[in-house]
């Protein structure tokens, strides 16, 4: 597969998109993308931009925005405010602040990363001893954070995959990244990574591969990223480790979330040239590589959506960030459909489904789709994750609250082999249509109290407010007919209901009950008739 990607990716490739964020920040860049969402931390905000770079949505108002994490699906991205000591939780869909963590006991959080419901934070404001690495698991209502590792001056760089967990010092000369196991609490060391007899360079960025077996290191004053093993701690590779340094200077790294590819940024020496370049992860060849002018890499800015990678620049001069998102990864296309009735009714559930397709015939496997619904007014219904079986094939069912014309789309964000796609159906929604009975005695006395009951629902439905009207009709013994409406009767949300009566003369007595319905509920009636006889004397 290697090959192939070669041959679609030269080594020269075109810029892809490049954004101007509309900000001038000294500190933040990092990135995240989520929910068909790009996440990028700049000081006092964060910017929130379209998957085609165009910026839609601010979160302002923050204080030390500087750092950003989310976990693999799901609809949450985490953000460090360094100044106000706290870790944000945001709400993908709503781009809301959903949660507050306070930090004030371990300030300055600047780095952050997340492994399922465990966020690990590197802290520190820069003074001897006071940073570090602390963990706490976001299910808990109050999470108590725990740390890791030893007294820092600089808030450590962290990255987890899975158990692994690694932490380095930024800036310090030489350079020790710490490896733990994280699945004991506290965390276990698992040892030090300190590259050859005289140290390691400062670090600049620090990741992991996506099964945790290799740490990837940028380091200053090199031409080089390293992949070091996580178990023997020794350099497994090199990544682009020519004497000449046509690539610069290393600025970021990262492992894409499935495994298949490193990507490395490199700034020029002078700050004015940035380039990213994708790199096999065991052979270490370049298959595909892209630069950008007048512009540098913020030191560990790559995130990964699908077949995207993004980065974020900034001008030398005056610190305007700008969103760079290369092109589509090359490789193979997928497709999606989605199937629904034409018609579904108004508080009934139906059953929608489809299939994700590979061009090249293998299974997909397991994968995560993501839906979107809008209501007939359009707005949006909450955001829901659905998966597909191991044959691509998928299944849901929706419940819709009213009537009208519902749109469903459902998107699948691909993987670095092969691209993304979406699949649309339209689904017409008419009013729920109702069996109305009444049950109630066959005969009764004059001056005998009446009871009755009914329903008119079915399938387990809740139903909105409705009204139920009564009307009697007696027919006497001698011929007169008279009619009356008795008391509206508002039935409980199950569809069920009650009334009374108590006949004052003897007769045939045929009770009408109507349901009013609405714009949801259609109307309905239905009839019981009562013989009332005179009393025995």
């Known amino acids: 597969m290697t090959g192939l990607l070669v041959a679609q ?17 000294g500190r933040g860049g990092d990135v995240v993308a989520r929910g068909s969402k790009v996440f990028v931390a700049a000081d006092d905000r964060i910017v929130v931009a379209s998957l085609d770079g165009q910026v839609i949505d601010t979160i302002s108002g923050l204080s030390g925005a500087v750092a950003l994490t989310a976990p693999d699906g799901g609809r949450r991205v985490y953000a460090a405010l360094r100044d106000s000591h706290e870790v944000i939780e945001i709400d993908t869909a709503t781009v809301t602040i959903t949660r507050r963590i306070d930090l004030t006991a371990y ?11 465990r966020l690990w934070i590197g802290y520190g404001c820069g003074e001897a001893g006071e940073g570090g690495v602390v963990g706490l698991v976001l299910s808990e209502t109050t999470p108590t954070p725990v740390r890791v590792g030893p007294a820092t001056t600089q808030p450590p760089l962290v990255a987890v995959t899975g158990n692994t967990l690694v932490a380095g010092e930024p800036g310090v000369s030489p350079a020790v990244v ?77 492992a894409s979330p499935d495994g298949d590819y490193v990507v490395g940024g490199w700034n020029s020496s002078q700050g004015d040239t940035a380039e990213l370049v994708v790199y096999d992860p065991a052979t270490a060849e370049v298959i595909y590589e892209a630069d950008y002018q007048g512009k540098a890499l913020v030191a560990g800015s790559i995130a990964f959506y699908g077949t995207l990678t993004w980065g974020v620049l900034k001008e030398p001069e005056t610190g305007r960030m700008h969103l760079w998102r290369l092109p589509p990864s090359p490789f193979h296309s997928s497709t999606l459909t989605l199937t629904a009735p034409p018609e ?52 849901f069912t929706d ?26 159906a339209t689904v017409t929604v008419t009013p729920y249509q109702p069996t109305l009975t009444v049950t109630g005695p066959a005969t009764g006395a004059v001056g005998e109290r009446l009871e009755f009951s009914g329903t008119f629902g079915a399938d387990g439905v809740s139903f909105p407010r409705t009204t139920i009207t009564v009307t009697r009709r007696v027919v006497s013994p001698d011929g007169t ?48 008739v009562v013989t009332v006889l005179q009393p025995a004397a």
Request: hydrophobic fraction near 35%; charged fraction near 15%; charge should be negative.
């Open 107 to 117: 300030p300055c959080p600047s780095n952050l990363a997340q492994s399922h419901d």
């Open 481 to 528: 007919v008279t009619s009356k409406a008795l008391a509206k009767v508002a039935p409980a949300a199950d569809g069920s209901f009650g009334f009374a009566d108590t006949p004052t003369t003897a007769g045939e007595h045929t009770y009408t009950v109507r349901l009013v319905g609405n714009s949801i509920v259609a109307p309905a009636n239905t009839t019981h």
């Open 178 to 254: 710490r490896v733990y196991d994280v699945s004991t609490t506290p965390a276990t060391p698992r040892g030090e990574i300190r590259g050859d007899a005289n140290g390691l360079p400062p670090l600049r960025d620090l990741a992991l591969t996506a099964d945790g077996s290799a740490a990837l290191s940028a380091l200053a004053d090199t031409r080089q990223f390293d992949a070091w093993d996580t178990t023997t701690l020794d350099r497994a590779r090199a990544y682009d480790s020519s004497a000449s340094g046509e690539h610069g200077l290393p600025a970021a790294v990262a």
């Open 344 to 395: 579904a009714t108004a508080l009934k559930q139906f059953t929608l489904g489809g299939r994700l397709t590979l061009s090249n015939g293998s299974l997909p496997g397991v994968q995560t789709l993501e839906l979107y619904r809008w209501l007939p007014d359009g707005t949006s219904r909450p955001f829901q994750e659905i998966t597909t079986a191991a044959d691509g094939t998928y299944q």
């Open 9 to 25: 990716a030269p080594a020269a490739a075109a810029a892809g998109i490049v954004t101007d964020l509309g900000v001038a920040v």
């Open 399 to 424: 419940t819709p609250p009213s009537t009208g014309t519902f749109n469903y789309l459902v998107y699948w964000p691909g993987n670095s082999w092969f691209r993304g796609r979406s699949a649309s």
